[in-house]
């Protein structure tokens, strides 16, 4: 039995019709209300509100003089937000009442004619849409300062040696800046997928009503034209319900965090003891409160930590969206703070990234180029060198992996074999073998396109640097 008052259970105001005698349990009105984190939503909702009134005016569903009214309403609204001055609380339920309650406070009854002609439901898919389309906008500017970073970088390092792995094991050696222009070209999809995805954002619901459209005679593309949106919902029912953009849209930023986490990882790795290959500067590490020795990666483990947060929002909406009927369904309140958590994540993750690879990190060109003389990286070279011999690969591949555990029984490395015992293996080498297997030419022979050798690392920068001008 509750021990709530019948009073205290009829204290919250209603905000809908008289249909209903009482007002929420005030339980229920905290559990029921969103305007806690769709406030978020509103320049986006006062935008939309401002393009609905022009319509009704334009349509003659009001009068001129009534849709400059609201106009005028909804941009003072605005600055009072801005100002500090506009604090709706838990009383309102959501932005879109706490908007509507505070113009008809400003103007006065013709406040109440703002709702003619829509649903809370095309609002918010209106205002949620206006929000993903900026959003998308501001972090495909940042992929892009990231990217800009990157080829800096890959700008000073084109004739760095790394280690290339694969399995974590040594591979063969690369350029350091084709590697780091691996991470350009992944970001350049990341890039243009949000650009796809923006193009099913940029459809407006507004006019499709609760569920059924209007009997008022709007003019939905006119309100497109005045919003900037491509194209209008062509079915009222698809116009309330869809949150195909907002899945799509955790998709691409999924990917992106993919991306970024990959680079964590390899920072951390190349950071450690056993890499030494960069250095961590001190503005973008922190210490131990016991070892005083360390200097941990914080920012790319923070990164790849956050990832998995917006894997959950990709889920959690897929799993909201798998079972709902047609049209509108209050579950659907629930993929605000999904989406928003998911845009700041990605934000706050390129803009730390970005600034950790900028500034935060130097590599050591010393320690990377002579890591590519202790393994034996360049065994496959030696198959090539072989087969160019005329040698069939596989026989030569065979022979060379006989080479590679001899000299391991023995302690050496592939350069530190003599002529005599190279040509015992087979009489086509020759004393151009050394040449051959030296890290800096064994990465500087691989010249096909897409290849880690130096002079398509340089026509790969620089039709990199020039799609990103150009972008």
């Known amino acids: 039995m509750s021990n709530t008052s019948p009073q205290s259970q009829t204290s919250q105001s209603q905000t809908w019709s008289q249909r209903f005698e009482a007002a929420l349990h005030p339980a229920i009105a905290r559990f029921n209300a969103s305007i806690g984190f769709d406030i978020e939503l509103i320049d986006y909702d006062l935008t939309g509100s401002q393009a609905h009134a022009k319509m009704l005016a334009h349509t003659g569903i009001i009068s001129a003089a009534e849709g400059e009214q609201l106009v005028a309403g909804l941009e003072q609204i605005r600055q009072e937000y801005h100002q500090g001055n506009f604090n709706p609380g838990i009383e309102a339920e959501d932005v879109h009442f706490a908007v509507e309650r505070r113009l008809t406070e400003l103007v006065g009854e013709v406040g109440k004619k703002l709702h003619t002609a829509r649903s809370r439901n095309d609002q918010v898919g209106t205002d949620t849409r206006l929000y993903l389309r900026d959003q998308i906008g501001q972090i495909r500017q940042q992929i892009q300062a990231f990217q800009s970073v990157m080829l800096g970088l890959a700008e000073q390092h084109i004739e760095t040696l790394i280690p290339g792995y694969t399995h974590l094991q040594r591979a063969q050696p690369l350029s350091l800046a084709h590697h780091l222009l691996a991470y350009v070209e992944m970001t350049q999809r990341d890039w243009e997928r949000l650009g796809d995805v923006y193009s099913r954002v940029d459809i407006l619901p507004l006019g499709s009503g609760a569920l059924a459209g209007t009997t008022f005679p709007i003019d939905r593309h ?67 409160s016991i070892m005083p020795q360390k200097k941990n990666p914080d920012v790319p483990e923070l990164v790849r930590g956050k990832t998995g947060r917006v894997f959950g929002h990709l889920q959690a909406l897929l799993v909201l969206m798998k079972g709902l009927p047609l049209a509108y369904n209050k579950d659907l309140q629930e993929d605000k703070e999904a989406l928003f958590d998911a845009v700041k994540t990605v934000q706050g993750c390129l803009e730390a990234m970005t600034i950790l690879m900028q500034e935060g990190l130097e590599f050591r060109p010393t320690r990377l180029n002579a890591a590519v003389t202790e393994d034996f990286s360049n065994a496959t070279d030696v198959a090539d060198y072989l087969a160019t011999k005329g040698v069939p690969f596989r026989e030569a591949y065979n022979l060379v992996g006989k080479v590679v555990k001899t000299s391991l029984a023995a302690g050496k490395l592939l350069k530190d074999l003599s002529l005599t015992e190279w040509q015992a293996i087979h009489p086509a080498f020759a004393s151009d073998i050394y040449e051959a297997i030296a890290p800096r030419q064994v990465v500087s022979a691989r010249n096909s396109y897409g290849g880690t050798g130096f002079d398509r690392v340089r026509q790969a920068l620089a039709a990199a640097q020039a799609r990103l001008t150009q972008a």
Not at 232 to 241: K, Q, R, T, W
Not at 275 to 280: A, D, H, M, P, R
């Open 222 to 288: 006119y309100t497109a034209q005045l919003l900037d949106f491509g194209n209008v919902y062509a079915n009222s029912l698809d116009g309330v319900s869809d949150r195909d953009f907002a899945i799509e849209f955790l998709c691409a930023a999924s990917l992106i965090m993919v991306h970024l986490s990959r680079l964590s990882e390899e920072v951390i790795l190349w950071a450690s003891e056993e890499f030494g290959f960069v250095t961590l500067k001190d503005s973008c590490s922190t210490g131990s």
